[in-house]
């Protein structure tokens, strides 16, 4: 012990590298990794944008919401304006949501009539509204009265042809930066009043869709 005491008065290089050696050992660790690490933050939004317009106006806008006057038996026209934002083709369920807002209840028999213009024509889809059940299953539109406060509703995808079957809608296709527009005229029937909004919207699963619409 007195050798080691005079080496170290005797030598302050020897403390440093004692210190040194001492300094090295404890902080030496086997590690899992053999890099730095990097981080991308990336915000994701829905890819379809939805936007809509009063009467036959096809163009793109940034209005979300619009409202109308009318009466009972009169028509009336709005346009709604879709835009795929992804970068691929993103395909999904156009749904059609009516509610009335004044505590009311929808009897099925409150339109008439409903004209649909798209990019392939002018189609009458009156007999052509489907409700959408919780499971996923369609039922017509007019085959019964009905008593609810909300009703979901899809129709016939005439831009890829396909028409209602067992299996319920096929999903509507949009390609990258995609706009498609549709055209909806609606005649009221004249009995009516009271106020109602109608809701459009792409849904990727109809089930799951109309579950959270009927808040179930």
Do not use: C
């Not at 936007?51 to 919401?65: A, Y």
């Not at 979901?152 to 299996?167: P, Q």
């Amino acid at each position: 012990m007195n050798k080691i005491k005079s080496l170290f008065k005797a030598s302050p290089i020897a403390v440093i590298a004692v210190a040194l050696l001492v300094a090295g050992v404890a902080s030496a660790a086997v590690v899992n990794y053999l890099s730095n690490s990097t981080t991308t933050a990336t915000t994701i939004t829905s890819p379809i944008e939805m936007s809509v317009n009063n009467d036959r106006d096809i163009s793109e806008s940034s209005i979300k919401s619009i409202n109308i006057n009318t009466t009972g038996g009169s028509d009336f026209t709005f346009t709604t304006v879709a835009k795929n934002n992804a970068n691929n083709e993103i395909s999904g369920y156009p749904v059609i949501v009516v509610e009335a807002t004044d505590g009311g209840k929808l009897t099925g028999e409150e339109f008439t009539k409903v004209m649909f213009k798209d990019k392939n024509g002018t189609h009458d889809i009156t007999e052509l509204l489907y409700v959408v059940n919780t499971d996923g299953s369609l039922t017509k539109l007019s085959s019964k009265t009905w008593n609810n406060e909300k009703l979901v509703l899809s129709f016939v995808n005439y831009a890829t042809g396909n028409t209602i079957a067992a299996g319920g809608v096929v999903a509507y296709p949009l390609s990258a930066g995609e706009v498609n527009w549709n055209i909806l005229t609606i005649t009221l029937n004249q009995a009516i009043v009271g106020t109602y909004t109608i809701s459009s919207q792409y849904a990727n699963d109809l089930a799951e869709y109309a579950t959270h619409q009927y808040g179930l």
